[in-house]
C-alpha cells in the first residue's frame, strides 16, 4: 500500500511539472515571432502604340530644259587666185657615162670584238696580308650578246692564289660582240691577263 502511495505521489509531481516547463516555454520572452513580408507593389505599364512611318514623296527633278540651238553663220569663200610662177626654169645636168658593170658598196664593216666594260679584280685577303702578287692569263669566248663565257685558265702565278679573282672579274666584262657582214658573231679562242699588284690594291 505505502508503495501505491509513492508512485502516485511521484506521478503527480511529474505531471505537475510537466505542465509547469510548458507555461514558462510559452510565456517565455525569447520567442521570435516573425514579422510578415512587405506588400510589393507591382505596376503594369501599358505599351505606346506603334507610330506610323511618314511617308516621303520622292519624286526624281525635272531636267533642265534642253540649251537652244546655236546659231550658225555661213561665210562665204573668197576667191583667191595664186600664182604658181617661180621663175623656175630646167636646167640640164651632164652625166658621166661608166663602162662596165656596176660594183656593190659594202655599208657594214667588219670589225671584233671590242670591251666596252672592265670590272678589277678584288685582291684576296690573304695574298695581300702576306704581300703576294702575281698574275692569271685566262682564255674566254663571247657569244652574241658580248658576254664572256668558257673562261679557263691557261697560266698563272703563284698557282691557285688569284684564279678565282680574275675568273670573277672577267665573268662581268661586257663586249661589244663581233660583227660579220651586218650581223653579230660568235667570237673563240680569246685570251687576256690579269696582273695583281700591291700598289693598285692600295
Known sequence: MKKLLATLSLASVTTFGLFAFMAYLIHSDDIQVTKPLPVVVVDVYQTEKPSVANEIDRRLPEPPPAPKAIPQVVMAAEDTQVDNDFGYKQTAIDLPTTQGSLKQINLHKDQDARPIVRISP??????????????????????????????????????????????????????????????????AGQSVQLDFNMSQNI
Open 122 to 187: 678584288k685582291y684576296p685577303i690573304a695574298a695581300s696580308r702576306d704581300g703576294i702578287e702575281g698574275w692569271v692569263k685566262l682564255g674566254f669566248d663571247i657569244n652574241k650578246l658580248g658576254e664572256v663565257v668558257n673562261i679557263t685558265v691557261i697560266e698563272s702565278h703563284p698557282k691557285r692564289i688569284f684564279d678565282k679573282a680574275a675568273k670573277q672579274a672577267l665573268k662581268r666584262w661586257k663586249y661589244k660582240a663581233k660583227s660579220l657582214n651586218g650581223a653579230m658573231v660568235y667570237q
